[in-house]
Nanobody, 124 residues
Framework: QVQLVQSGGGLVQAGGSLRLVCAASGFPFSSRAMGWFRQAPGKEREFVVGISWNGDMTYGSDSVKGRFTISKDNAKNTVYLQMNMLKPEDSAVYYC?????????????????WGQGIQVSVSS
């Protein structure tokens, strides 16, 4: 049974930091690319960052470059999203996702498994 269990969300002031954690099980995590997406109220879900199966390549949307970092620990079957210099416009429900491929994708259609979602709220 595939599971992606997310933790680490919450409320933070603008300029602050949060780290999201996504613990995976039920599939060969070490040979899968991972991604983080987010969905704000009234908006479509959008790509945030992605990482290749071995962590050698990462991809980020322009809106988070230089502020958000994705990392992958294959020994712990866990992917992280470190979010720094948070802005109110980063407020959204964040989802981790797993892809049956070695490389990440910016399209949500390219992902096969999804976490439950976790709220991140940034106050001004």
């Amino acid at each position: 049974q595939v599971q992606l269990v997310q933790s680490g969300g919450g409320l933070v002031q603008a300029g602050g930091s949060l780290r999201l954690v996504c613990a995976a099980s039920g599939f060969p995590f070490s040979s899968r690319a991972m991604g983080w997406f987010r969905q704000a109220p009234g908006k479509e879900r959008e790509f945030v960052v992605g990482i290749s199966w071995n962590g050698d390549m990462t991809y980020g949307s322009d809106s988070v470059k230089g502020r958000f970092t994705i990392s992958k620990d294959n020994a712990k079957n866990t992917v992280y999203l470190q979010m720094n210099m948070l802005k109110p416009e980063d407020s959204a429900v964040y989802y981790c996702a797993a892809r049956r491929s070695l490389s990440a994708s910016v399209s949500e259609a390219g992902y096969d498994y999804w976490g439950q979602g976790i709220q991140v709220s940034v106050s001004s």
